[in-house]
């Protein structure tokens, strides 16, 4: 703002009969009364007697030639905006706002997940036993209300056979932390779809983020029905096997936390894809050479490598969700050892009891998914894989060359990130085990998850070749450069110094 203020002020001098509105910045003409309206964007142009001399721009000033730099910028970001704008009736570019409302809600689902770690290791998600969405949303209001809740509850197989001696204000303990869980889930919906509806409505988001804002709202809202279906499974002992202990279907938990995660990485990326887009076209030509610099074919291996790694830590999530949803953390409680060597004897993890069909056909993969040692020592092959494949990232760019040369210093710093918070996860999940899975450690793991995967995702942000982007780039480079051309062309050097 500054050096357009000096920009005005100079050529004020210079030509007092121009108006000020022509060499205003975009900032500038927000504050003024006709700032959005449908008269069309004039290119900034200067025009002089003819017997003024001309000077080429070189020999002006520096402190000048910036601020004439940077307001042909953001005049050229306005003119790309305003014609892909008259084009579908959406921006070229979605606001920041919607970047910051995204990653807000991101925290939400964050939290969220933690806090259904939380319910599912104190046990209290079966506590309520509706799903009544809208007159759901209020605890019950009187003493009737509770008994009546809590014989629901008492007609539970959980209640049955697992806390036959439970009192009243014990239930009311547990099922606070459920009714909590589900009105943060509502409050999630809520809050993404009002203001989406909104945004959209509003013309803030471009048209692709308006489809991809969509298929967030969907996946919410289906995030919901997956919740009550995995509820659904422990109430009803056709559900799990008949002397078992009563628990949610691993498999219905693990697609309630898969779609938790999705709802998260596509909350994260698309804030992040937002503001690196405003931060790359508030200087085109740096943009551009940033985006050609990341086109080289040495980084092709280095982003295929992170968006591997971003798919290694989900699956490793997802395995833990099984072993959440078998109890199998509290078994094998030493590392590396699983017993009396590295792995079960092989008839323990190929149990021959947990296939289903008469030609045992079924027995491998129903004791990866079914058998809580295999399952564990799945875990724990996963995730001494990532852990393995981070730390060779980090050697990668510490001794290729060419990843030296190439990758910027964001990206450098990006995967210091990832490396730290690969070695906090790994002492979280040892922790964990050898302490018998309490409370605090194991809430610690599972939201370490989410750390990590959050840090591989900013990783893959900062080296990722946005091609939307970079056609937007090239647009706002030409529409500064004629700016740029138009203001030199009849700029008088006699009233400049070198």
Known sequence: MASCRSFVLLFRRIAPQLSKELFTCRQCLRRSQNYGTKAPLRTPSLSFPPNDRRINLPSVNDRVRKAFARCASDTAAAITSKSETAKSGFPSVSDKTVAYWLLGSAVSVFGIVVFGGLTRLTESGLSITEWRPVTGSLPPANAEDWESEFAKYRASPEFQLLNPTMTLSEFKSIYYMEWIHRLWGRFVGLSFVLPAVYFVARRKVSKPMALRLGG???????????????????????????????????????????????????????????????????????????????????????????????????????????????????????????????????????????????????????????????????????????????????????????????????????????????????????????????????????????????????????????????????????????????????????????
């Open 216 to 498: 967030i709202a969907g996946l919410i809202g289906f995030q919901g029905f997956i919740g009550w279906w995995m509820v659904k499974s422990g109430l009803k002992d056709d559900l799990f096997a008949p002397g078992s202990h009563p628990r949610v279907s691993q498999y219905r938990l693990t697609a309630h936390l898969g779609a938790a995660f999705a709802c998260y990485v596509a909350m994260l990326w698309n804030g992040l894809a937002i503001l690196r887009s405003h931060r790359l076209l508030s200087d085109p030509e740096a943009g551009i050479k940033l985006l050609d610099s990341l086109k080289d074919p040495n980084l092709r291996l280095f982003r295929r490598s992170v968006a591997g790694l971003a798919l290694l830590v989900f699956v490793t999530a997802m395995s833990g969700a099984l072993v959440a949803g078998l109890d199998a953390g509290l078994i094998y409680n030493e590392f590396p050892y699983m017993g009396n060597g590295l792995a079960p004897p092989m008839s323990e993890l190929f149990d021959a009891r947990y296939a289903r069909h008469e030609d045992h056909s079924d027995v491998w993969w129903r004791n990866m998914l079914e058998n809580p040692s295999l399952v564990q020592l799945d875990h724990r092959i996963l995730a001494m894989t990532t852990f393995t494949c981070v730390m060779a990232l980090w050697a990668y760019t510490r001794m290729s060359p060419n990843m030296k040369r190439l990758l910027p210093p964001a990206a450098k710093r990006g995967v210091h990130g990832v490396v730290a918070f690969a070695w906090v996860q790994v002492g979280l999940g040892l922790s964990t085990l050898l302490y018998l899975v309490p409370l605090p450690l194991a809430s610690a793991h599972q939201a370490g998850s989410l750390f990590l995967l959050t840090w591989v995702l900013i990783l893959g942000s900062r080296v990722w070749h946005p091609s939307r982007t970079a056609k937007l780039l090239q647009m706002a480079a030409k529409a500064r450069g004629h700016a740029l051309s138009n203001g030199v062309r009849y700029a008088p050097h006699n009233l400049y110094k070198p």
